[in-house]
């Protein structure tokens, strides 16, 4: 990490630095409804409703970037909140260690020309572009106050990234003085973008607690869709965009862990700019729930999915769900749903491409179960070593499909 960082150094000063510092503080500007910026998404995560309050406090969230790009956007969520929050101060830089930022590097973002912004409840907001270039593979740091947030919080609880808190008023300073509390999670903020070379598109992964990242080492972006956005950086394909839209204990058909699959496509998917393909390894949550559904029943779901994504214009993969023999929630009878739900994913066509998990994860000796080597030690979620191959596993020719299927 830093050696990466060392890399990054010499290009602070010009990173997010073409935005001349502002002097004065504008009237907040009310939000409204956002429409799908041009660009590609860099970065996101999942929001969902958290149970605190972030009254009279400073946010320093820390995210890695896929592709790099000019002008900089942000998106803030309020999506689960039930007012309106503003947020005071935001700013974007680039982190050289911990809570401090390269020197230069830190720079304020506005809305509608404005220095601060409402977002009612229930809705997002879009930042203006930011002059300037973000690079490929970094920790970007995105600062803000909630200095009247009450009610509950719409963010991301399992980020497996420290962020920091503070007190309000700090934003605009690089150093870590005041940045005292760490945090394992993302508030408000759900996604970047950023304006990348013309024909660049993404992949959203749309999933759970699996492509969230859990079991593999916090601090260190080695979730299956962190090694995919490193293969797709090295490689000759105009896919370079990854977003991750993984949400612990997420189901496709009911909500829990999140809003289902189903009722969060638009939001958390399709709303993304950029978007070229939908990846969809999503189930197991549902296949281990008590009392258990039907194989039918999350076929219809992915079928649904894909549907909505195909009239959207956009490439399906959908991958099999891996084994959870050990885990508490398994049995035979969920077992056998696991293998018709993945015969009907091997076999039926209906997606433009299919990324074989199962086959990648499973035990040669008993493949109800993870390979051993992959197991993160539940039974359920892989180690670092399985994610890396599941991100090895994807074809990264079928991430940039032609179109949706004919009829």
């Known amino acids: 990490m830093r050696a990466r960082t060392a890399l990054a150094a010499p290009v602070a000063a010009v990173v997010l630095a073409a935005l001349p510092a502002c002097q004065t503080r504008s009237p907040a500007a009310p939000a409204e409804a956002p429409t799908r910026p041009d660009g590609v998404v860099t970065w996101a995560a999942s929001a969902a409703r958290m149970d605190e309050e972030a009254s009279e406090r400073g946010h320093r969230l820390v995210v890695r970037t896929s592709v790099g790009g000019s002008d900089l956007r942000i998106r803030l969520t309020n999506a689960f909140g039930d007012r309106a929050v503003t947020f005071d101060g935001v700013h974007a830089g680039l982190r050289k260690e911990g809570a401090a930022l390269m020197p230069g590097s830190n720079r304020p973002l506005t809305f509608d020309g404005a220095r601060s912004v409402t977002v009612p409840a229930g809705r997002t907001v879009l930042s203006d572009p930011l002059p300037g270039r973000l690079p490929a593979a970094t920790d970007l740091v995105i600062s803000f106050d909630t200095p009247e947030a009450t009610g509950p919080v719409s963010g991301h609880w399992m980020a497996m990234q420290t962020s920091y808190l503070g007190e309000v008023g700090h934003t605009a300073e690089e150093g870590a003085a005041a940045w005292t509390r760490t945090t394992g999670s993302w508030f408000y903020l759900d996604a970047v ?102 194989a039918e029943d999350l076929i219809d779901g992915y079928r649904r999915i894909a549907e909505r994504a195909h009239a959207a214009g956009k490439c399906v993969v959908a991958a099999t769900v891996a084994p959870f023999k050990g885990w508490s929630e398994w049995s035979p009878a969920a077992e056998a749903v696991r293998q018709d739900v993945n015969a009907f994913i091997r076999d039926s066509g209906e997606f433009d491409a299919v990324t074989d998990f199962d086959r990648i994860l499973r035990s040669p000796y008993d493949p109800a179960r993870i390979l051993p080597v992959f197991d993160g030690g539940d039974h359920l979620h892989p180690n670092d070593k399985g994610m890396q191959a599941m991100a090895d596993a994807v074809d990264l020719k079928s991430l940039d499909c032609a179109g949706p299927p004919s009829p």
């Open 193 to 294: 973008s950023v304006r990348a070379e013309p024909g660049t598109g993404a992949v959203v992964a749309l999933g759970d607690s699996i492509t969230d990242g859990w079991q593999s080492t916090t601090d260190t972006n080695r979730r299956w869709p962190d090694y995919l956005a490193r293969r797709l950086k090295r490689a000759d394909t105009d896919i370079k965009g990854v977003a991750n839209a993984g949400i612990s204990s997420n189901k496709v058909l009911t909500d829990g862990g999140g809003q289902s699959a189903l009722n969060r496509l638009d939001r958390d998917v399709l709303s993304q700019p950029g978007l070229r393909t939908v990846f969809l390894f999503e189930g197991v949550n549902d296949i281990k729930a008590a009392p258990g559904i039907t």
